[in-house]
């Protein structure tokens, strides 16, 4: 059974930066992706940013240039670097790994932006 843990998130200033990571039971190898979805209270669970397995990345236009998505295949892990954090990133924060036809994800993590 895979097993995703986030970890990172906390309260930060406007203009400010964090660093997601989300740790994965196994090997990293087994995904085809993994990404960053994010959901603010009352908002549907949005897609942020995405890694493929070769290293191709994606990420929705609000974010672009701010966030950047990695990955450390030795650690089995996957960050996502957050940088000139505004109080619209305010959200949960969710790991979610894709292998096949299964989707896996973490916990999540608060992020909290105050301006």
């Known amino acids: 059974q895979v097993q995703l843990v986030d970890s990172g998130g906390g309260l930060v200033q406007a203009g400010g930066s964090l660093r997601l990571s989300c740790a994965a039971s196994?090997?990293?190898?087994?995904?085809?992706?993994m990404g960053w979805y994010r959901q603010a209270p009352g908002k549907q669970r949005d897609l942020v940013a995405a890694i493929t397995s070769g290293g191709t990345t994606n990420y929705i236009d609000s974010v672009k240039g701010r966030f950047t998505i990695s990955r450390d295949n030795a650690k089995n892990t996957v960050y996502l670097q957050m940088n000139s954090l505004k109080p619209e990133d305010t959200a949960v924060y969710y790991c979610?790994?894709?292998?096949?036809?299964?989707?896996?994800w973490g916990q999540g993590t608060q992020v909290t932006v105050s301006s």
């Open positions: 979610k790994a894709v292998s096949g036809r299964f989707d896996y």
């Open positions: 196994g090997s990293i190898f087994l995904f085809n992706a």
